[in-house]
């Protein structure tokens, strides 16, 4: 197969799997995963042209990266007892 033909085979196959994620998750879901994807195919490129795996395992990692974060943010918010203001009486 001629060079050519290939980088538009990975075009077509990263432009794909880009239409898959967007449509096939929910926008809570893809918290993290655009960032990931970008880093990651650029990373998958340079390390040997694989763009498309690069993406596929960034947009992974930064949705558990992101995930994790937020689980971290609601459990100060979560585990603080509620104390009464100064105006208040307590019952």
């Not at 799997?17 to 096939?24: A, C, F, H, S, W």
């Not at 947009?59 to 007892?81: T, V």
Request: hydrophobic share 35%.
């Amino acid at each position: 197969m001629s060079r050519n033909r290939v980088v538009k085979t990975q075009a077509l196959g990263a432009t794909l799997v880009g239409l898959v994620l967007l449509i096939g998750s929910n926008a809570a879901d893809a918290k993290g995963c655009i960032k990931g994807a970008v880093v990651g195919g650029v990373a998958g490129h340079v390390a040997g042209h694989h763009g498309v795996i690069g993406a596929a395992a960034g947009c992974a990692i930064g949705h558990h990266l992101a995930k994790k974060k937020q689980q971290q943010q609601q459990q100060p918010q979560q585990s603080k007892p509620q104390q009464p203001t100064p105006g208040q009486q307590q019952s």
